[in-house]
C-alpha cells in the first residue's frame, strides 16, 4: 500500500488564458501569465491511496463519491501513467483519490485549476514521475498548469503540435514581491453562467477579436507583465492586467452566441476602481475577472486598509461587523477621507452586494505533507470524513 498527500494553490491569471488552438491536448492560443495563491486561504487537499487489495478505481470529491470516468481525470491518469517509474506489478494497483477545497464551492471561485494541480502533484509523487509536471496537470484544465508553481508564473503555449512545448514556468518565487496582496470580491449571483470551456470553444470559433487578441495584443503584453513582475513596477503590472481582463470580456462579447460573465456588481467595482485610481492621482490598485463576477484587486500592503475603507463605504455589507464577511488576513480597513469621498463622486450601492472579501498574498506551489494525520483516506482506503 502506498499513501500521499498534497495541497496545492487556485491562481488568478494577470494575463488571461481565452481560447484553445487544440481542444484534446488542450493547447492554448497565447501566452498567460498567474499569481499562485496563498493556500492558508485558498487551496485544494488531495490523499492519494494505491492499494493491491482495491477491486476498481475510485474518487470521492468535496464528500462525494463521483465517477471515476470523468475524461479529465482519466487525461491526468494517463499521462501520469506514461511517464510511471513503478514495479509492473504496482502500476497494477487501483487507486483510492479523495479531494476536497478548503474554500466553499459555490463562491464561484475557479477551483479546477487547484484542484488538477494538486491531483497531478500527488499522483506523480505516487509514481515517482520526475520532472516537469505541468503538462500532466494542463491535461485535466489548462490553467491548472500554473497551479503547479508558486509566485508568479508564466504558461507558455508553446509551438509544437503535440504540445510539449507548452509548459509552465516560474517568473519569480513568492519572495520576490512580498508586498502584493490580493482581495477576492465574492459577488452575490445565482445565475447559470456558461463554463469557461463552452465559452472559449465557441470564442475560437466564431471571435475575430480572439485571432486579433493572440496574434497583436498578447505577445507584447505578456512580455512587458513578465518585464514589470521582475522590475516590481506596480502601476505597469495594474495597467496591463486591467487591459488584459477587460480585453478577454471583450472576446467574450465578440463570440456567438455571446457569454456574459460580468454582472452590475462586477461593473460597479470596476467603475469604483477606475474612479479611486484617477481620485488618488496613481494607479493604487488593479482588477481581474475570470469566467464569472468576481472581482480580483492586486495591490500592494500599504494600500490595503484604504481599499477596504473604499469597499467598505460603496458597497457595504449587511454582514459587516460579521467576522466572516472578511476573511484571510487580518482585515484592518481605514475610514475613507471627505476629500477622497468628494472626488471619487459615486454614489454609494444598497448592502449585500458583495458575499465576502477574502484577503490573500502571493504563496508557494503544491506542497506535500507527511504528517499521517493529514490524510483524508483511512487505513482501509476510504474517506475520513463524509
Ligand atoms: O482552465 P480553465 O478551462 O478553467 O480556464 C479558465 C480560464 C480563465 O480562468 C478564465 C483565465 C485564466 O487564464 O485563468
Known sequence: MSIVTCIAPVNIAVIKYWGKRDEQLILPVNDSISA?????????????????????????????????????????????????????????????ICSKNNFPTAAGLASSAAGYACLSATLAKLYKVEGDISTIARSGSGSACRSVYGGFVRWYAGTDPNGSDSIAKQIAPPSHWPE??????????????????????????????????????????????QQAIMDKNFEK?????????????????????????????????????????????CVKVGYTN????????????????EVLGLLDYYFPSESMKNVEYKRGNPPQSF????????????????????????????????????????????????????
Open 237 to 281: 503590472f495594474a495597467e496591463l492586467m486591467i487591459k488584459d481582463s477587460n480585453q478577454m470580456h471583450a472576446v467574450c462579447l465578440d463570440t456567438t452566441p455571446p457569454c456574459f460573465y460580468l454582472n452590475n456588481v462586477s461593473f460597479g467595482i470596476i467603475d469604483l476602481i477606475h474612479a479611486y485610481n484617477e481620485a488618488s492621482k
Open 180 to 225: 502584493m496582496r490580493i482581495l477576492i470580491l465574492v459577488v452575490n449571483d445565482e445565475r447559470k453562467k456558461t463554463s469557461s470551456a463552452l465559452g472559449m470553444k465557441n470564442s475560437v470559433l466564431t471571435s475575430e477579436l480572439l485571432k486579433y487578441r493572440a496574434e497583436h495584443c498578447v505577445p507584447k503584453r505578456v512580455e512587458e507583465m
Open 335 to 386: 475610514p475613507l477621507s471627505k476629500e477622497l469621498i468628494s472626488k471619487i463622486n459615486r454614489e454609494k450601492n444598497q448592502p449585500g452586494h458583495l458575499k465576502y472579501i477574502i484577503h490573500t498574498r502571493v504563496g508557494d506551489g503544491p506542497t506535500y505533507l507527511e504528517n499521517p494525520r493529514e490524510h483524508l483516506l483511512d487505513s482501509k482506503g476510504l474517506p475520513v470524513e463524509l
Open 290 to 305: 475570470d469566467a464569472g463576477p468576481n472581482t480580483v484587486l492586486y495591490l500592494l500592503e500599504k494600500n490595503v486598509p
Open 36 to 96: 499562485s495563491l496563498d493556500t492558508n486561504q485558498l487551496c485544494a487537499k488531495t490523499t492519494i491511496m494505491a492499494s493491491p487489495d482495491f477491486d476498481v478505481d475510485r474518487i470521492w470529491l468535496n464528500g462525494r463519491e463521483e465517477s471515476i470516468n470523468n475524461p479529465r481525470l482519466q487525461n491526468c491518469l494517463r499521462e501520469v501513467r506514461k511517464r510511471a517509474q513503478l514495479s509492473p506489478e504496482m502500476e497494477s494497483w487501483k487507486l483510492h
